[in-house]
């Protein structure tokens, strides 16, 4: 009988488990405000480097076109725009590639298909950003923050053939700041 419960017991843990787990899953229609997207972020629709109908366009380029098209993005100081959720802010190593850039990185997204249908579904590609800047504008900044951006355009990896696309696009920032309503 004692065998018989020792063997059963993982079963009933996992169980447990499983249920208290689910119940703490958030309710995405319950979403409290302050999680909430401020209304100025629209990275489909906005004047940004890459909202929907440059993006598209930016896909449909061969590559020659697609590395003409970045050469004269990086031409233009200050030009590049854009909108993406804070993930995390670190301070660069002197011996570290990139500062070059910028002592400072803010690491950022844009949601994929599989975080955001309603963004992701004209997406169907990951945006990563990398933001270079001589100073820490993240310190008291949360995880999940909506934040907007400008700068000069500094660098891109594209992976088409990936599922999902992905693009990292590193910037030398000009200026990065928490959207507000």
Same mark, same amino acid.
């Given at each position: 009988m004692r065998a018989a419960m020792c063997?059963? =017991?993982?079963?009933?843990?996992?169980?447990l488990f499983v !249920? /208290?787990?689910t119940a703490c899953l958030p309710d995405k229609d319950k979403q409290p405000d302050w999680q909430k997207a401020p209304k100025s972020y629209d990275v489909?629709?906005?004047?940004?480097?890459?909202?929907?109908?440059?993006?598209? =366009?930016?896909?449909?380029?061969?590559?020659?076109?697609? !590395? /003409?098209h970045l050469a004269e993005l990086a031409a233009k100081a200050g030009s590049f725009k854009g909108q993406a959720i804070y993930r995390r802010g670190t301070e660069l190593g002197e011996k570290m590639d990139d500062v070059q850039y910028g002592q400072f990185e803010v690491y950022a997204v844009t949601p994929g298909p599989e975080e955001n249908q309603e963004i992701g579904v004209w997406l169907e590609v990951n945006i990563e950003y990398h933001l270079f800047l001589d100073a820490d504008v993240t310190k008291n900044w949360a995880t999940g923050s909506y934040i907007e951006f400008t700068g000069t355009?500094?660098?891109?990896?594209?992976?088409d053939s990936s599922k999902p696309r992905k693009m990292e696009i590193k910037v030398k920032a000009d200026s990065v700041t928490l959207m507000k309503d």
């Open positions: 063997r059963m =017991a993982p079963i009933g843990l996992v169980a !249920a /208290t787990t489909k629709g906005a004047d940004l480097t890459f909202n929907e109908l440059r993006l598209e =366009a930016f896909n449909s380029m061969e590559s020659a076109q697609r !590395a /003409t355009f500094a660098d891109m990896s594209f992976q």
